[in-house]
């Protein structure tokens, strides 16, 4: 299978290391692609409509598009079970990747009002409205969020959204959130974490 991936993208990262866990790392072939809605990837628009990785290709030639969606397809073909099959942990679980994700999109908003944008084009009162999200988000999961029991992909979604925003220098979640701030650093120590390391800039 080929992973359509990129080296300092989250969502890609999220499939990388759940792949690791579970065991398939062997089984992907990870191509390096850059993408942005500015510059548009013609190889990776033949994939996906939308223009974004991750994409999985599987053997037969179909593409499977959306982080989630590749973790659930993965998570069948693996002999680990990181996704809960049913009851509160699996919706503990789902309800903590979209958390993840949910910061990754909006710490990339935000890098669109603060870095990316033309200066003269940046709206400030959206980089706080996205700022807010990050750190109201941080706090309900330091406060709420069940993120310390058996690896799940809420775990793996977590700690690589962290990881990225931590990367790219965005609002920090770690003083104040001791148990975030320790969970994060225990995670980081994984192998599967330890081989995929962010890099690169985007370019736009
Ligand atoms: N919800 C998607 C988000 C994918 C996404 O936004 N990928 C970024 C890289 S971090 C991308 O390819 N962006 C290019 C674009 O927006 O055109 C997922 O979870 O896979």
Redesign the pocket.
């Given at each position: 299978m080929d992973l359509i991936y990129?080296s300092?993208?989250?969502?890609?990262r999220?499939?990388l290391v759940f792949a690791h866990e579970a065991g398939l790392a062997g089984q992907l072939r990870v191509i390096h692609?850059e993408?942005?809605?500015?510059?548009?990837?013609d190889a990776?628009f033949a994939l996906?409509p939308?223009?974004?990785?991750?994409v999985l290709v599987l053997s037969d030639g179909f593409a499977l598009?959306?982080?989630?969606?590749?973790c659930d397809y993965l998570g069948g073909l693996g002999s680990r079970r990181l996704i809960p099959e049913s009851g509160h942990p699996r919706w503990s679980a789902l309800r903590l990747q979209a958390l993840a994700?949910g910061l990754?999109?909006a710490g990339?908003a935000l890098r669109w009002e603060t870095e990316r944008r033309p200066e003269p084009l940046r709206y400030p009162p959206l980089a706080e409205g996205q700022k807010a999200k990050l750190i109201e988000g941080y706090d309900f999961i330091e406060r709420e969020a069940e993120f310390e029991g058996p690896l799940d992909i809420g775990q793996i979604a977590l700690a690589t959204a962290l990881a990225?925003l931590e990367f790219r220098g965005l609002p920090g979640f770690a003083d104040g959130r001791p148990r975030l701030a320790r969970w994060y650093r225990e995670f980081c120590e994984r192998p599967s974490m330890k081989a995929t390391a962010y890099a690169g800039q985007?370019h736009d």
């Open positions: 990129q300092h993208s989250p969502y890609a999220k499939v692609h993408t942005s809605p500015t510059r548009r990837n990776v996906n939308l223009g974004k990785v991750p598009i959306e982080s989630s969606v590749i994700q990754c999109d990339i990225w985007t």
